[in-house]
């Protein structure tokens, strides 16, 4: 059975990192592109960034660009999320998600969400 | 980055009729498009990918057409379990990006 289960989320300041994780079970991990969505409090799911199975390729939003940065340790079978320069735009429940593929955009599974808060 | 723009935005509907939501891609993704359902404190969930087929263990009351720019996902005999809201997702380029969803309300 695919397991998805993200940590790391806080209470933050403005303009503070935070780094979050993603432990992978019941899947061959490093066959797989990742992915994090995040959903802001009431609002639609916004797509954050995405990683191929390698590491070697990786994509972010432009609302993310810059100040946040994908990693992966498949040794480790996790995901990471590091989050700099955070904004109160970026409180939100952050998702780990599953591709179908190597260099798939398409998501097949998610986990349960991390919640990030961004506030003085 | 592509925009996916879904109609209507809430829909009110009784158990057991049929409903029908569209989704309009700003340009042409082909069939790379999917759809998710999610209730409320719960993550989204896997229905459709490449526009029509059913992901595994999705019943077949859940339909989706369409290729291009223009898709839909239309729901049968509406069942009190499939009050949620609706995402669709183009996967055509690397930037993913999501409609921005259709809450499904009992009427």
């Known amino acids: 059975e695919v397991q998805l289960v993200e940590s790391g989320g806080v209470v933050v300041q403005p303009g503070g990192s935070l780094r979050l994780s993603c432990a992978a079970s019941?899947?061959?991990?490093?066959?797989?592109?990742m992915h994090w969505v995040r959903q802001a409090p009431g609002k639609g799911l916004e797509w954050v960034s995405l990683?191929?199975?390698?590491?070697?390729?990786?994509y972010y939003a432009d609302s993310v660009k810059g100040r946040f940065t994908i990693s992966r340790d498949n040794s480790k079978n996790s995901l990471y999320l590091q989050m700099n320069s955070l904004r109160t735009e970026d409180t939100a429940l952050y998702y780990c998600?599953?591709?179908?593929?190597?260099?798939?955009?398409?998501?097949?599974?998610w986990g349960q969400g991390t919640l990030v808060t961004v506030s003085s | 980055d592509i925009q996916m723009t879904q109609s209507p935005s809430s829909l009110s509907a009784s158990v057991g009729d049929r409903v029908t939501i569209t989704c309009r891609a700003s340009?042409?993704?082909?069939?790379?498009l999917a759809w998710f359902q999610q209730k409320p404190g719960k993550a989204p969930k896997s229905l459709i990918y490449a526009a029509s087929s059913l992901q595994s263990g999705v019943p077949s009351k859940f339909s989706g057409s369409g290729s291009g720019t223009d898709f839909t996902l239309t729901i049968s005999s509406l069942q009190p379990e499939d009050f949620a809201t609706y995402y669709c997702q183009q996967y055509n380029s690397y930037h993913i990006t999501f409609g921005q969803g259709t809450r499904l309300e009992i009427k």
């Open positions: 019941g899947f061959t991990f490093d066959d797989y592109t």
């Open positions: 340009q042409g993704i082909s069939n790379y």
């Open positions: 998600a599953k591709a179908t593929g190597a260099s798939s955009g398409l998501i097949d599974y």
């Open positions: 990683i191929s199975w390698d590491g070697g390729s990786t």
